[in-house]
């Protein structure tokens, strides 16, 4: 299919409430990552969960409008399933009960916590990074409310110059890697 909108705006709470799973988030993301149709059997690989249940999420990801089922092709025994958009922007601020979104912000970092680990047990011995990764990157800065903000604004421009770059090039490229990346900038707030 490609009627994809740009963006797929979660703030529904039955949206954010089937995405709060792990495995379903991991399956969202790499089919909005790859935007390449796959099959229930080639999302349980890379979620660790048998091609059964993955087809279980995959419907339930598909009743809120997360997926959808792609045109008709692979073998004809497995359904394709893709994105619907190029993009999604999740609104964290529409889910009213803290433990929601806590649940949404773990099922978010749940696949970034097994890549690092994964990251740093391929390097333990070795000493050595890969050029362009970094595992994890923290620190302090001391900033005024407006330099936060412009901060902020600089560093999502970078990002989406780097997100329209990915998207308009030629998704089959050999050399491509998928760099995943978090970003958060909190200010520790002074209670009177």
């Given at each position: ?174 050399d491509l890697v998928t760099a995943h990346y978090v970003w958060s900038l909190l200010s520790d707030e002074q209670q009177p």
């Amino acid at each position: 299919m490609d009627d994809k909108a740009e963006v797929l705006e979660l703030d529904d709470a039955a949206q954010l409430a089937v995405i709060a799973s792990p495995v379903r988030f991991i399956a969202f993301e790499e089919l909005f990552a790859s935007q390449v149709p796959m099959t229930a059997t080639q999302l349980a690989r890379r979620t660790r969960v048998s091609p059964s249940s993955m087809s279980y999420h995959l419907r339930e990801l598909q009743r809120v409008g997360l997926v959808r089922r792609a045109t008709p092709g692979g073998d004809g025994r497995e359904r394709l399933w893709e994105a619907p958009a190029l993009r999604y922007d999740i609104r964290l601020s529409a889910v009213d009960d803290p433990a929601g979104r806590l649940a949404l912000v773990d099922a978010y970092l749940s696949p970034l916590r097994a890549r690092i680990a994964a990251t740093l047990e391929r390097r333990s011995g070795t000493g050595a990074e890969r050029d362009g990764e970094h595992a994890l990157g923290m620190g302090r800065l001391r900033l005024t409310r407006e330099e936060m903000v412009a901060l902020q604004a600089e560093v999502a421009a970078v990002w989406h110059r780097y997100e329209d770059v990915g998207w308009r090039r030629d998704q089959a490229g050999a050399d491509l890697v998928t760099a995943h990346y978090v970003w958060s900038l909190l200010s520790d707030e002074q209670q009177p």
